[in-house]
């Protein structure tokens, strides 16, 4: 069984940084394609960034520039890298994968992932 595990979330001032880890048992990292999403209160979760088998990556437009998304196969690990943070990053941060048939393929949709973890909470004070 799938089983992803977030860590890194917290409270931080606006310009601060916060570095999300989301490690990923019970599959073949290496053949997975994860990706983070947030939900804020009152809102629908949303699409943050994903990466590919290959390395490619994909942002939503409110966090390019600031946000990174990496891999390490070796540790089964995705991480988020979050600079200049913004009290609107408030959320809870989740972690999700699926397997993907193409090294190239980003999933960027939410029906797109099989597997997700439980979620870190991220509070940005102004």
């Known amino acids: 069984q799938v089983q992803l595990v977030e860590s890194g979330g917290g409270l931080v001032q606006a310009g601060g940084s916060l570095r999300l880890s989301c490690v990923v048992s019970g599959g073949t990292f290496s053949s997975a394609a994860p990706g983070w999403f947030r939900q804020a209160p009152g809102k629908e979760r949303e699409f943050v960034a994903a990466i590919s088998i290959s390395g490619g990556r994909y942002y939503a437009d409110s966090v390019k520039g600031r946000f990174t998304i990496s891999r390490d196969n070796a540790k089964n690990t995705v991480f988020l890298q979050m600079d200049s943070l913004k009290p609107e990053d408030t959320a809870v941060y989740y972690c999700?994968?699926?397997?993907?048939?193409?090294?190239?393929?980003?999933?960027?949709?939410?029906?797109?992932?099989?597997?997700w973890g439980q979620g870190t909470q991220v509070t940005v004070s102004s």
């Open positions: 999700a994968a699926r397997t993907a048939a193409y090294d190239w393929f980003v999933p960027k949709m939410q029906n797109e992932y099989a597997h």
